[in-house]
């Protein structure tokens, strides 16, 4: 189910290996498969591909960016950021944590404060006693159109600077990103904001140091950790830029809701259901030049240090997540 259940197995089979007294493997799991019964009387057909928008509005007002162009932000404290770390994410996703399916022992809710909210506290305070951090972004805003599945990000004189191709729904309302900006034939002019976030790569360096020790628990909490700040950072960030283009009065109050993506707008990262094309990636590098923060992009167009996320930001009131295929 998650890498904490590996590590218990592989402790498992070394003590079985070793001898170790009252050592034993858990029993085979039974897999299951339901069966589905499918009505092929009801099966829903795909509509042929093709350029039919989708009902998104085009009447929504266009906000005014502060700039145009890019920015670099280095140096961003912890704490500015540490209150976007979705613990939920953290702890059960990547650390594991989850009550006994027997029911017995502690809760979940019990693990998060006797083992969960402490383990996170003392990673804290070593990366900030061990400068571990180098949060940093690059960010900029870009005149835009659209047309088609295309979105043309513009020059300020109006020439083609690059675009977007993405995918669009082949069934219900049809949504493809483009959708969410103005179409080139209406003689406006929309925004489009990129970013590129890290932590850097001293947190990265610190968990292979942990692997090669072989402290693998140590590594998958430090590991899984590194990963939900570089979000908290990109969330932060988003934050960031809500409030530039004059809408983060929109947020909700409850931080929980903003985890559950309750604001205007959303953050699109590259390789996901609406844009699955990581090659785009390398456009925005050329955008944006994140090297200036040491990220770096390589031939399998993956970031590095891995703790790094980029993001097409999308100020659409009806900007929300999907799938396009």
């Given at each position: ?78 704490k500015d950021y540490a209150s976007w770390l979705d613990e939920g994410a953290l702890f059960k996703g990547q650390w594991g944590l989850k009550q006994a399916r027997t029911g017995d022992g502690p809760t979940y809710e019990e693990l998060v404060e006797t083992e969960g909210r ?208």
């Amino acid at each position: 189910r998650d890498a904490f259940e590996g590590l218990r197995l592989m402790d498992a089979l070394i003590g079985v290996k070793r001898g170790v007294p009252g050592a034993v493997l858990p029993e085979l799991k039974q897999r299951r498969v339901p069966k589905k019964n499918i009505d092929t009387a009801v099966l829903e057909v795909e509509e042929p591909e093709g350029s039919v928008r989708s009902d998104v509005s085009t009447t929504n007002p266009v906000p005014t960016p502060p700039f145009l162009g890019t920015r670099v932000i280095k140096g961003i404290p912890l704490k500015d950021y540490a209150s976007w770390l979705d613990e939920g994410a953290l702890f059960k996703g990547q650390w594991g944590l989850k009550q006994a399916r027997t029911g017995d022992g502690p809760t979940y809710e019990e693990l998060v404060e006797t083992e969960g909210r402490p383990h996170l506290r003392g990673w804290l305070d070593h990366l900030q006693s061990n400068n571990l951090l180098e949060a940093a972004v690059v960010y900029g805003y870009f005149p835009c159109v659209s047309k088609g599945e295309d979105v043309i990000l513009l020059h300020e004189d109006g020439s083609e600077r690059t675009r977007f191709t993405f995918p669009r729904q082949r069934r219900g309302r049809r949504l493809c990103l483009a959708d969410f900006f103005r179409p080139e034939e209406s003689g406006e002019r929309d925004v489009i904001g990129l970013q590129v976030v890290t932590v850097g790569s001293r947190i990265g360096e610190a968990t292979a140091e942990l692997f090669a020790a072989n402290s693998y628990r140590d590594y998958l909490e430090l590991h899984g950790l590194s990963v939900q700040l570089a979000e908290a950072l990109a969330e932060y960030w988003h934050a960031r830029v809500r409030s530039e283009l004059g809408f983060a009065g929109e947020d909700p109050a409850d931080v929980e809701d903003m985890f559950a993506l309750k604001y205007r707008g959303a953050r699109f990262s590259l390789g996901y259901g609406a844009c699955p094309d990581l090659e785009d990636r390398a456009k925005i590098a050329d955008l944006l030049r994140p090297e200036r923060i040491g990220v770096h992009l390589s031939e399998e167009f993956q970031l590095h240090p891995e703790q790094s996320t980029d993001a097409i930001v999308i100020h659409h009131p009806e900007a929300k997540y999907f799938n396009a295929r």
